[in-house]
């Protein structure tokens, strides 16, 4: 996914999740199914997301059985230095693909609000998720 990004290769970026899959970009955009998002995806590479890479940090991945995982990260794009903080929070919903392959069924990505964050665990520290405390 990562590697497509980088070569603004929406097909490539696509082949990544299932033919059925849902995104739900940060500003709210949501693409249904594979061909969706990959002509959504070619248009943006092809316009203000042209030569940009991805980053991600992965916070944690959850097994459901066999075939299916929660994976929890941290995102972002950019054009030339990876940046120190990443901006958004995302989800993945994996499935296991009778081809043996795992792609992403479902995919959400927030953009985070650390100011927000900040002042609501100023208000109330018990709010602050375990794993930043």
């Known amino acids: 996914m990562t590697a497509a990004w ?17 995104y739900t970009t940060f500003v709210g955009t949501h693409y249904a199914g594979r061909q969706d998002l990959t002509e959504g995806h070619r248009a943006l590479f ?5 030569g940009t ?7 944690d991945v959850r097994f459901y059985g066999g075939d299916v995982a929660i994976v929890t990260s941290r995102g972002d794009r950019y054009d030339d ?10 989800t993945y919903t994996m499935v296991h693909e009778p081809d043996g392959k795992w792609r992403i069924a479902s995919f959400h990505n927030t953009q985070r609000q650390r100011v927000m964050e900040r002042i609501s665990y100023l208000f109330d520290p018990a709010t602050k998720p375990a794993a930043e405390r």
């Open 81 to 90: 230095e990876r940046p120190a903080e990443l901006s958004k929070t995302q």
């Open 6 to 22: 980088g070569r603004n290769d929406a097909d490539a970026y696509g082949a990544t999740f299932t033919e059925n899959a849902t």
């Open 53 to 59: 890479e991805l980053a991600d940090s992965y916070l």
């Open 46 to 50: 092809d316009g203000f997301l042209k």
